[in-house]
């Protein structure tokens, strides 16, 4: 197995880990849930095929559903975001060629790339999520502020987790 599979492996097995002991059981002001586990399929290799992707993101939705006793809604979620993630690069970073790193973080996409890139992936997982679990929309606002606190939040997570397991070049003058 090659070091990137491992690195992969335990971040995973970190991620489900926080986001069942920790993370589930945080829910601020009312309104936002923090989703940490899929900075995993956000930062999967955007060389890696659409199928391996698939895969990996219903395989750990599904464990992480099993442990959470959510029914299949981080399943759901995470494959229909899984989908999505190729179009969503093609929206902000129309030529993957110029990629320095098949990864997508901050020093391969930048800071404004990289933020619209998991905004947009956290908005879609947001969604389906919050509308799979209320599937009634008796009250809107309720869901609208679920959606946009969990996205605000678990972006802003993602993006202090891609700067702690990225390893930054060294910039030398």
Do not use: W
């Not at 009312?30 to 989703?35: E, I, L, Q, R, T």
């Not at 955007?46 to 959470?68: E, H, M, N, P, R």
């Amino acid at each position: 197995m090659t070091r990137t599979a491992l690195f992969y492996i335990l971040l995973g097995l970190i991620l489900a880990i926080s986001q069942v002991v920790v993370f589930n059981h945080i829910c601020l002001f009312g309104v936002a849930v923090p989703f940490v586990f899929i900075y995993l399929l956000i930062a999967l290799p955007l060389t890696l095929g659409q199928g391996k992707v698939l895969t990996i993101a219903f395989i750990y939705g599904l464990v992480i559903d099993i442990f959470s006793d959510t029914m299949g809604l981080y399943a759901l979620g995470s494959t229909v975001m899984s989908a999505l993630r190729h179009p969503v690069v093609r929206l902000f970073f129309p030529r993957e060629d110029e990629l320095t790193d098949p990864r997508p973080s901050v020093d391969s996409l930048g800071l404004a790339v990289f933020l619209r890139y998991s905004v947009t992936l956290t908005l879609i997982f947001s969604i389906v999520v919050v509308l799979a679990d209320s599937f009634v929309f008796f009250n809107p606002l309720r869901i609208l502020l679920l959606i946009a606190g969990s996205t605000l939040i678990t972006t802003a997570l993602i993006v202090a987790l891609d700067f702690i397991t990225v390893n930054r070049r060294e910039k030398r003058l």
